[in-house]
């Protein structure tokens, strides 16, 4: 397992953090990993400047589109 160069396998991953438990989260950046466990990882290290009450990523495929930004939404004419 690399654990600092890009590989063949990496994949792309979203990270989203809550400053305060009040507070939804937010989408705070991408990372490149090869699997979730380093995902994780490098989250923790490139996104510690902020005292974060909860951190977490997603791979970017995960995700299912509902909406593009030539369409519109529904029930607008």
């Known amino acids: ?7 063949d396998q990496d994949q792309m991953f979203e ?3 809550r400053e305060q ?3 939804n989260l937010s989408h705070v950046g991408s990372i490149v ?12 290290m490139l996104y510690s ?3 974060w ?3 977490c ?11 593009k930004p030539d369409q519109r939404g ?3 004419a």
């Open 57 to 67: 990523v997603a791979p970017a495929n995960a995700f299912v589109g509902c909406l």
């Open 74 to 76: 529904i029930g607008v």
């Open 1 to 7: 397992m690399s654990l600092g160069r890009s590989t």
């Open 33 to 44: 990993a090869p699997n979730q466990e380093l995902a994780v990882a490098r989250a923790r």
């Open 21 to 23: 438990v009040e507070r």
């Open 15 to 17: 990270v989203f953090g």
């Open 49 to 51: 400047e902020r005292p």
């Open 53 to 55: 009450v909860e951190l």
